[in-house]
């Protein structure tokens, strides 16, 4: 048997254009036209990458004769398979909704879910979420409103390391982090609706201010209406808490005011129950006094009666987006329209009473 002889310094090596440095992962990424995430879910053997991305990376390793550091790979393979849902979303339903398109938008990947409610205006809110995503070990984290408004969050996250996607009315972020759920669309659905019914006297409970979807949607309400040279009235405008309570309590005082509105449109679902029953104690009959509108179209929309007429929102068509964006699935299925709110119109409006 013929023994090899090992090779020699003075040997002449394969040219790498790097010289006597090694290639780094940065540089893959610069050769390949990718970023850096793309090329460590390459060489982790991650599925959630094209084939054609995946080539071309794999080519560039081995023309440069790349070899990944054990030790950063280590680092990597210390995140657990667990994704998080950072909320502090009144409404239950949502949170649910939320939690179901996440698993649809995970299923078959081998993470799990894991949740944890908060609350911003705690002293401890940014110390919190750094802390479940240190003793978690978090893979990515989704953020739903109004946590995913808060750019110190984003920051936190862009700190440690750890992925993310936020849920939110408008676009906070760059594409690969955001869900847009287009809530000023659903405003103005609900303005030309009431407009057709022939209201012309009409209210608005939005939710809590810290939430921009209270904003968008309201926003939206009063774009719908100037489109048809009309305006909320100064009074006509309350906000609420997306709470049942606080539909009451608003829905009441709206009631109250003379002359009353002949149609209230309130910023969720959960508020619009709450005026509905607000009418009743005022003694005012759904619709034929007192057309009510919501928006999200909960199950609490369908069981009320009169059942609501409502602007639905797709929230776990979203949530099964962000499961499939925080993973670096493609969006195949994806479909603007499938996540763009749809007027619902049921038992709960009709046309403007004649006076």
Not at 41 to 63: G, H, W
Not at 77 to 105: A, E, H, K, T, W
Not at 119 to 143: M, N, T, Y
Not at 325 to 349: F, H, M, T, Y
Request: net charge negative; with cysteine; glycine share 10%.
């Amino acid at each position: 048997m013929t023994e090899r002889t090992p090779p020699q310094d003075d040997e002449p090596q394969a040219e790498t254009g790097f010289g006597r440095r090694r290639p780094t992962i940065n540089d893959i990424a610069r050769l390949a036209g990718v970023s850096k995430k793309t090329v460590s879910r390459v060489i982790n053997a991650s599925p959630f990458v094209q084939q054609e991305t995946r080539d071309r990376i794999q080519q560039v390793i081995a023309e440069t004769g790349y070899v990944p550091d054990p030790q950063a790979r280590g680092l990597a393979f210390r995140r657990s398979f667990l994704i998080g849902l950072v909320y502090d979303n009144p409404n239950p339903q949502y949170v649910v909704n939320m939690q179901l398109g996440l698993l649809d938008g995970m299923r078959g990947s081998g993470f799990e879910l894991v949740v944890h409610p908060c609350e911003r205006s705690s002293p401890s809110f940014l110390a919190d979420i750094r802390a479940f995503v240190e003793r978690q070990k978090l893979f990515g984290v989704v953020l739903t409103p109004s946590v995913s408004e808060d750019e110190r969050v984003a920051s936190l996250l862009e700190e440690i390391g750890c992925e993310y996607v936020r849920v939110a009315s408008v676009s906070l972020d760059s594409p690969a982090h955001m869900i847009v759920t287009q809530d000023r669309v659903g405003g103005v659905q609900a303005a030309d609706y009431l407009v057709s019914l022939g209201h012309r006297r009409m209210a608005h409970i939005s939710g809590p201010a810290t939430f921009r979807s209270s904003h968008e949607r309201r926003g939206g309400f009063e774009d719908g209406l100037a489109g048809h040279g009309l305006k909320l009235e100064d009074g006509y405008s309350r906000e609420g808490a997306y709470t049942f309570e606080s539909g009451i309590e608003i829905g009441g005082q709206l009631l109250a005011l003379s002359p009353k509105p002949t149609a209230i449109f309130a910023g969720n679902d959960e508020m619009a129950a709450g005026v509905l029953h607000a009418a009743r104690q005022a003694g005012l009959r759904v619709p034929e006094d007192l057309t009510v509108v919501g928006f999200d179209d909960f199950q609490i929309a369908s069981r009320v009666w009169p059942a609501l007429t409502t602007v639905r929102a797709p929230t776990r068509e979203i949530g099964r987006l962000a499961g499939e964006r925080i993973l670096g699935k493609e969006d195949a299925k994806a479909n603007p329209e499938d996540r763009a709110p749809k007027l619902v119109v049921r038992d709960s409006s009709g046309p403007a009473p004649q006076t």
